[in-house]
C-alpha cells in the first residue's frame, strides 16, 4: 500500500515538475546605456552573468522566450495548445483569411510534412581580437563568457570559425610559413603564438562546456606574401601558378597541426572573399582570385589534396563572399575546371551583400542540389555609411540579425556564423583599424564584459534548433505578417522564430494542425521562439 501511495505521489511530481519554468534562470544584470533610442545590454562579472535554460514543454503546451527593445531578454511564458471543435476547424479551413484582417493579427498553418534542409547549428569567430579581449578578463569571468556562448545554461553555440593565420582583427599581419622565402615544401610551417595562447585555448575552453560537438570551419585571408603576385599582405593580388601545390598543401599543414592540439577542422573555405584581392579598396589581408583560376585550384590542387589525405573527410566550401557573387565564382570555376564542382561540399556565404534578396539562394540550391549553404561571416557597422562602428545597445542591428537570419534559413542555409564573439569598447583590436560591432563588448579594466541585444537575436536561434532540426513549411494565412521560420527538431517538437518589426502588438495564431493551434501575442519590436510539444 506504502509503495502504491509513493507510486501515485512520484507521477503526479514529475508531471507537475513539466510545467516549471525558469529553472533558476538568472536574470539579465541590466544597464542603460544612456543613448535616447538604444535597448539595454545585460553585465556580466567575476561575480554574475545572467542565464538561461530551455524548458521541455509539456504536452499540448507551448513554451515562449521574449526579447524586446524595451528590455525583456529571453523571459519566458507558457501557454496552452487549443483543440478545436470539427466544426470550427472545418470553418478556419475556410475562412481563417479574412479571420485575420487587420496589421495587429497574424496567422500561419504549419505543414510539418513538408521539410526542407537540416540545420548544422549557429555560432561566432574565433579571431586573434576575440580571444585576446577574452584573455583580459579574470579566469571566472572568462568562464561566464565561454558558458554563456557555448555552456547548457547560455545560447549553446556548436559551431566556430578560425581565421588560418592571422586576419584584419589581429593586432598586425601575419601568416604562417613566411620564411625562408619561395619554400615550396613548407619546410618552415608552424603555427603562432596567437594560436597556441589565444585561438586554442578559447576553442578548447568552448568544446569543455559545449553540449554539442563544435564544428570548426577554417579560412584564410593571405598566404605568405611570397606566394602572391604582389608580395604584399593588402592589395591587388593573387597566387602565384607556381605556387598552386603549395597553397593546398597550407590549408592540409594547419588541419593537422590543429589536430595535434585536439581541435579537428570540419570545414575549410577556399579563402576568405576572394574579390578583395581583386578590387583595388581593401585594405586588409587579402588574396584574390579569378572564378576560373579558383576552379582550377580547386580541381588540381586543393581538392585532390584534401581528398587524398586522412582527412579526406573535411568539407571543402567554396566562395566564402557575397551572395551575388556566388553565381559568378560557381559558373566561372566549372569553366575553369568542372571536376572542381565535384570536389566542393558546399558554399560559404557573407552578410554584407543581402541588399540582395535572400531568394537567389533558393535558386542556387535548386541548380546545385547537394551542396550545403553556409553562412560564415556577418556583423554590423563595417560599412563606409555605418556613421558609428559600434553602436552601443542598439537594437535596429539585432533586428536586421534576426530579419536576415530567418530570411536566410528560409532560402536553405543550414547554419549561421557570426563574426567576432567578442571586442574591445572601440570594435578591435584590428590592424588594418576596420572596427566593427559585436554581440559581446569585453571591458578588461573593469574586468567585465557586456551582452549587447545582437546576443540575444543569436541565441533566438540558436539555444532553441539544435543540431539536425529541420525546417518546414509555413502557410501564411492571413494579411497580417511577421517574420517567422520554423523548424521540427529531433525530438519532434516544433521550433518557431517569430519577429515583429511594428511599434504595436500583433496577435498571432499558429495553427499546428487541423485541430490545435495556438493563439501567441507579439510584444511591440519583439523577438519570440516558441516551443510547442504536439
Same mark, same amino acid.
Given at each position: ?104 493579427? =497574424?496567422? %500561419? ?6 521539410? &526542407?534542409? @537540416?540545420? #548544422? ?5 574565433? $579571431? ?119 597553397? =593546398?598543401? %597550407? ?6 597541426? &590543429?589536430? @595535434?592540439? #585536439? ?5 575549410? $573555405? ?265
Amino acid at each position: 500500500m506504502i509503495n502504491k501511495h509513493l507510486s501515485i505521489f512520484l507521477v503526479k511530481a514529475v508531471f507537475l515538475s513539466s510545467f516549471s519554468i525558469g529553472k533558476c534562470d538568472q536574470p539579465c544584470s541590466a544597464r542603460d546605456v544612456g543613448i535616447e533610442g538604444r535597448s539595454i545590454v545585460c553585465v556580466c562579472n567575476a561575480a554574475y552573468c545572467d542565464t538561461i535554460t530551455r524548458d521541455e514543454p509539456a504536452w499540448n503546451t507551448y513554451v515562449a522566450y521574449t526579447s524586446t527593445r524595451d528590455g525583456k531578454r529571453f523571459e519566458k511564458s507558457t501557454g496552452p495548445i487549443r483543440f478545436l471543435t470539427n466544426a470550427k476547424a472545418r470553418n478556419y479551413g475556410r475562412s481563417e483569411k479574412t479571420q485575420t484582417r487587420f496589421a495587429n493579427e =497574424a496567422s %500561419y498553418r504549419i505543414n510539418s510534412n513538408t521539410r &526542407y534542409q @537540416k540545420v #548544422e547549428g549557429f555560432g561566432g569567430s574565433v $579571431t586573434d581580437a576575440a580571444s585576446i579581449n577574452w584573455r583580459k578578463l579574470s579566469d571566472s569571468t572568462q568562464r561566464h563568457f565561454i558558458n554563456s556562448y557555448f555552456g547548457k545554461e547560455g545560447i549553446e553555440y556548436n559551431m566556430i570559425r578560425v581565421p588560418i593565420g592571422g586576419a584584419d582583427f589581429s593586432t598586425h599581419p601575419y601568416t604562417y610559413n613566411e620564411s625562408p622565402w619561395n619554400d615550396k615544401t613548407l619546410s618552415n610551417y608552424s603555427l603562432s603564438a596567437e594560436d597556441y595562447f589565444y585561438k586554442l585555448p578559447m576553442i578548447k575552453q568552448a568544446q569543455e562546456v559545449s553540449t554539442d560537438e563544435i564544428k570548426v570551419t577554417a579560412s584564410t585571408w593571405s598566404p605568405p606574401v611570397w606566394m602572391k603576385t604582389n608580395q604584399a599582405i593588402t592589395g591587388f593580388a593573387q597566387l602565384k601558378p607556381e605556387f598552386y601545390q603549395t597553397y =593546398a598543401d %597550407y590549408h592540409l599543414r594547419f588541419i593537422e597541426e &590543429y589536430d @595535434k592540439a #585536439e581541435v579537428k577542422i570540419w570545414a575549410i $573555405t577556399t579563402t576568405n572573399e576572394p574579390i578583395n584581392g581583386i578590387v583595388p579598396f581593401v585594405d586588409f589581408n587579402s588574396l584574390g582570385w579569378l572564378p576560373s583560376d579558383l576552379g582550377r585550384w580547386v580541381a588540381r590542387n586543393l581538392g585532390p589534396t584534401i581528398r587524398n589525405s586522412r582527412f579526406n573527410d573535411t568539407l571543402i566550401l567554396a566562395v566564402d563572399d557575397q551572395r551575388y557573387l556566388v553565381d559568378i565564382y560557381l559558373g566561372g570555376m566549372a569553366l575553369g575546371d568542372p571536376k572542381s564542382l565535384d570536389y566542393i561540399d558546399g558554399i560559404a556565404l557573407h552578410y554584407y551583400g543581402n541588399f540582395i534578396p535572400a531568394g537567389i539562394l533558393s535558386n542556387i540550391q535548386s541548380r546545385y542540389p547537394g551542396k550545403i549553404l553556409l553562412s560564415t561571416e556577418a556583423c554590423e557597422g563595417p560599412m563606409p555609411w555605418d556613421i558609428m562602428q559600434v553602436k552601443i545597445g542598439s537594437w535596429e542591428r539585432a533586428q536586421r540579425y534576426t530579419r536576415h537570419i530567418i530570411d536566410d534559413l528560409n532560402n536553405f542555409v543550414v547554419g549561421w556564423i557570426d563574426w567576432n564573439l567578442c571586442l574591445d569598447e572601440n570594435g578591435g583590436p584590428n590592424w588594418a583599424h576596420n572596427y566593427v560591432d559585436a554581440p559581446i563588448l569585453v571591458y578588461g579594466d573593469r574586468d567585465e564584459f557586456i551582452k549587447q541585444p545582437i546576443f540575444y537575436a543569436m541565441g533566438h536561434f540558436s539555444k532553441f534548433i539544435p543540431r539536425g532540426s529541420q525546417r518546414v513549411e509555413v502557410m501564411r494565412t492571413s494579411l497580417g505578417h511577421v517574420h517567422n521560420a520554423a523548424f521540427i527538431t529531433p525530438q519532434g517538437n516544433i521550433v518557431m522564430v517569430l519577429q515583429n518589426l511594428n511599434q504595436h502588438e500583433v496577435q498571432v495564431n499558429v495553427a499546428l494542425s487541423l485541430l490545435r493551434s495556438a493563439q501567441i501575442t507579439m510584444e511591440p519590436e519583439s523577438i519570440k521562439t516558441i516551443e510547442f510539444n504536439v
